[in-house]
T-cell receptor, first 112, second 113 residues
Framework: QKEVEQNSGPLSVPEGAIASLNCTYS??????FFWYRQYSGKSPELIMF????GDKEDGRFTAQLNKASQYVSLLIRDSQPSDSATYLC????????????FGTGTQLKVEL | NAGVTQTPKFQVLKTGQSMTLQCAQD?????MYWYRQDPGMGLRLIYY???????DKGEVPNGYNVSRLNKREFSLRLESAAPSQTSVYFC????????????FGPGTRLLVL
């Protein structure tokens, strides 16, 4: 089992819809969770981080964390074509120091 | 602030050649990281430096060496390049606290023939 798992996609949603991206992790003791967005040919950029169970909202983005079920998700409301990118989930695993472990990413396509 | 900078942006090497990838950050971050990214493999950690003067191996360190020159700079060296090292290399930095947020440089595309 991979430490951080994501469905590679592509996930296709129509413009204006809600995109839901999911990530599961194996380490029950993990404390910090991050979502990065990566456009093709570019470097990853941080979208959101979440540390506590529940929801965290920032504009059109909502991160959801459920430590009991060991998953973290990212919701994108009113999806726009500019949201088309690969979304990387990253987790700070217990005993990993300050290192982040990344999932392989989910490709999102927002269609007109 | 430039954030995290990397040089070169693109490089072609022949098998067996050596080169050094440079990385610098101006955010006064304690920790710095080198990743490689290959299709379908995600970001894999090569080496990292938790603080100035320390370096540690990551997930895929074989064939690489690093130097934390000072707090700002962290270089990655390929002593004898192999085609398997064809990849995109990203440098990142962070404050190095428990609430870790890493900031990435623009990347270096390396092709080994």
């Amino acid at each position: 089992q991979k430490e951080v798992e994501q469905n590679s996609g592509p996930l296709s949603v129509p413009e204006g819809a809600i995109a839901s991206l999911n990530c599961t992790y194996s380490d029950r003791g993990s404390q910090s969770f991050f979502w990065y967005r990566q456009y093709s040919g570019k470097s990853p950029e941080l979208i959101m981080f979440i540390y506590s169970n529940g929801d965290k909202e920032d504009g059109r983005f909502t991160a959801q964390l459920n430590k009991a079920s060991q998953y973290v998700s990212l919701l994108i409301r009113d999806s726009q074509p500019s949201d088309s990118a690969t979304y990387l989930c990253a987790v700070k695993l217990t005993g990993g120091g300050n290192k982040l472990t990344f999932g392989t990413g989910t490709q999102l396509k927002v269609e007109l | 602030n430039a954030g995290v900078t990397q040089t070169p942006k693109f490089q072609v090497l022949k098998t067996g050649q050596s080169m050094t990838l440079q990385c610098a950050q101006d955010m006064n971050h304690n920790s710095m990281y080198w990743y490689r990214q290959d299709p379908g493999m995600g970001l894999r950690l090569i080496y990292y430096s938790a603080s100035e003067g320390t370096t540690d191996k990551g997930e895929v360190p074989n064939g690489y060496n690093v130097s934390r020159l000072n707090k700002r700079e962290f270089s990655l060296r390929l002593e004898s390049a192999a085609p398997s090292q064809t990849s995109v290399y990203f440098c990142a930095s962070s404050e190095g606290t428990i609430k870790e947020t890493q900031y990435f440089g623009p990347g270096t595309r390396l092709l080994v023939l």
